[in-house]
């Protein structure tokens, strides 16, 4: 094939599959489904998704549902909530999930922990060994900051969007804190200006940044400040997102390759900077790696993101007419090929459980 990019297992360390009580908005076979035509080896489902992933028993549920339907592999992780669940940070739950995420900002779902006592109280029961993802948005960066410098529990800020949000966490970096920086593709391709054209489909949380903001992360990835490129993942049906209250979240797990490929070919960014932010540094961070024969193709090829091409359940994207550079030819799992360019040919079950075995 000429011109292709070659992705040893790449890994999206932070989507929201939905499935269980959310299986309208999208499903684990589905999703999953999604992520392999995205590209995707891997992901890390976040904990928000009713039942949320907040005791030993919901952590099973999703668990079993993600080991009987999913189709990439997966990890899940914990979350830590307001009403103190820290007495589940058992070894054997610990031993099960990718890491704990915190929600220190209003956010989709029941998460959020608003107080700085009971954030610490999460920082102080979760294990070193493992880690902590954090939605922390503004000054709450700096917050969650003294905890990781108190507590020194290896610390991933998910979705960075602001300039000074990046100040914080460079500063943290040079000081030799425990921290990594994840930004999204919806942040790194548009900005506010977008809300104006995309309405409830351009709401997400964080929400949409200026221009400088943009540039600041695009500098960033190029300093080395920002680690990994996630999806947030987060899909809505357009029905939610035409209500009064559209809930904030967009989907992302099809189109963050294309739009990092058309980076590439715009020589905004190396294929190898491009390499370490999906697979590499994700892989490093949430210590995985992929089996042999586990990478995939993608064809330096133009076409235009449109719906009729897309597979996540919520059947829309933020990026619709976009053109971009990039097509996912296949992606094979330890020697087999699992997605083709056009089907998915993983059976429902056939992804792996990435932390703690089967369920
Ligand atoms: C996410 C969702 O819908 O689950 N929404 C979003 O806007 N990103 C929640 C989150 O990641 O904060
Ligand atoms: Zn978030
Ligand atoms: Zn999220």
């Not at 999208?26 to 009713?50: I, K, Q």
């Not at 608003?114 to 109280?121: F, I, N, S």
């Not at 921290?179 to 949380?205: I, N, Q, S, W, Y």
Request: aromatic content about 6%; some cysteine; proline content about 6%.
């Amino acid at each position: 094939m000429a011109n292709t990019i070659k992705i040893p297992g790449a890994l999206d360390p932070h989507v929201h599959l939905r499935g269980m009580d959310w299986s309208h908005k999208g499903t684990f076979a589905g999703e999953t489904a999604a992520a392999l035509a995205g590209g995707y080896w891997a992901v890390l489902d976040m904990p928000n998704t009713p039942p949320e992933t907040t005791s030993p028993q919901t952590l099973a549920t999703k668990r079993a549902g993600l080991a009987a339907q999913a189709v990439c592999d997966w990890g899940v992780y914990f979350g830590g909530s307001q009403a103190d669940n820290t007495a589940a940070y058992t070894p054997e739950v610990v031993s099960r999930v990718c890491g704990l995420k915190l929600y220190n900002n209003a956010t989709t779902g029941a998460l959020l922990i608003g107080d700085q006592a009971t954030r610490a109280r999460h920082y102080a029961a979760w294990p070193r060994t493992s880690r902590i993802a954090v939605h922390a948005e503004s000054e709450t960066v700096a917050d969650i900051l003294e905890l990781v410098r108190a507590h020194r529990v290896p610390t991933h800020f998910c979705h960075i969007s602001t300039a000074e949000e990046i100040r914080h966490l460079r500063a943290a970096k040079e000081a030799g804190l425990p921290v990594t920086v994840g930004v999204t593709p919806h942040h790194l391709f548009l900005t506010e200006a977008d809300v104006a054209v995309l309405g409830a489909l351009g709401r997400m949380k964080p929400e949409l940044k200026t221009l400088a903001d943009q540039d600041a992360l695009w500098d960033a990835i190029a300093s080395g400040v920002v680690d990994v490129v996630e999806s947030d993942h987060a899909p809505h049906t357009l029905a939610e997102k035409a209500s009064d209250r559209p809930p904030a979240g967009v989907p992302g797990l099809e189109t963050t390759l294309p739009l990092l490929c058309t980076a590439v070919h715009d020589m905004r960014l190396t294929v190898e900077r491009m390499i370490e932010l999906v697979a590499l540094r994700p892989q490093q961070i949430f210590g995985v790696r992929p089996g042999p024969e586990t990478y995939t193709v993608i064809e330096m090829t133009p076409f235009t993101i449109e719906r009729a091409n897309l597979r996540t359940g919520c059947g829309w994207s933020p990026f619709e007419g976009m053109s971009v550079m990039g097509k996912v030819r296949e992606v094979w799992v330890r020697g087999r090929r699992v997605f083709d360019g056009e089907r998915v040919l993983a059976g429902p079950g056939s992804g792996q459980s990435l932390y703690g075995g089967a369920a």
